[in-house]
């Protein structure tokens, strides 16, 4: 180990619904420099050790657009990559389709819900090194890019829901499947 290492990366408190900041509209990022590359490595560090597929800044605090996602390995099908991204100014440019999935919130620990997403969807952003991408998503990756872009405007997944009664407190190995 490097005696001094000033970068080693944190777990942020993860903030729960009713907190304010959830609901606040995400301010874009000027630029993306050391201080966002940190601040997107302790977000990484928050999911994983969460046991969740993406987070947003809001939920550890700051409302700033930048997000990060995980969605391991064969998580929909045996073959698919595993996906890891940490974007700064997310934005929906096209949407089509429809899917409906069970989700679950970090910020809303213990529960889970069913809710309707588009199928596909192509995210614009920047990347962490400043540079402008494209990615075109579908099936889980697609959803867990909507719930945390939603984050960013101060949208959580209950408010998407069209029925209410499929909310519920399942076990913790449930919930840190979907938790986002
Ligand atoms: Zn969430």
């Not at 619904?17 to 609901?23: A, K, M, Q, V």
Request: glycine residues 8%; charged residues 30%.
């Amino acid at each position: 180990m490097m005696a001094g290492h000033e970068n080693a990366m944190a777990v942020l408190k993860i903030r729960y619904e009713g907190d304010p900041i959830l609901r606040q509209k995400a301010t874009k990022l000027p630029k993306v420099d050391d201080s966002v590359r940190k601040l997107a490595d302790d977000m990484w560090e928050t999911m994983l050790a969460a046991d969740g597929v993406g987070l947003a800044a809001p939920q550890i605090g700051l409302a700033r657009r930048l997000i990060v996602v995980h969605v391991p390995a064969g998580y929909d099908q045996e073959d698919d990559p595993e996906f890891s991204f940490r974007l700064a100014n997310p934005e929906i440019v096209k949407a089509f389709g429809q899917q409906t999935g069970i989700e679950g919130c970090l910020s809303i620990p213990g529960w889970i819900g069913e809710v309707s997403r588009a199928e596909a969807v192509t995210v614009k952003a920047l990347d962490m090194d400043g540079r402008q991408i494209r990615i075109k998503a579908s099936g889980r990756l697609a959803v867990v890019l909507q719930h945390e872009i939603d984050h960013l405007d101060g949208i959580l997944y209950t408010d998407r829901m069209t029925d209410l009664s499929t909310l519920r407190k399942v076990s913790e190995e449930e919930y840190e499947e979907v938790a986002e």
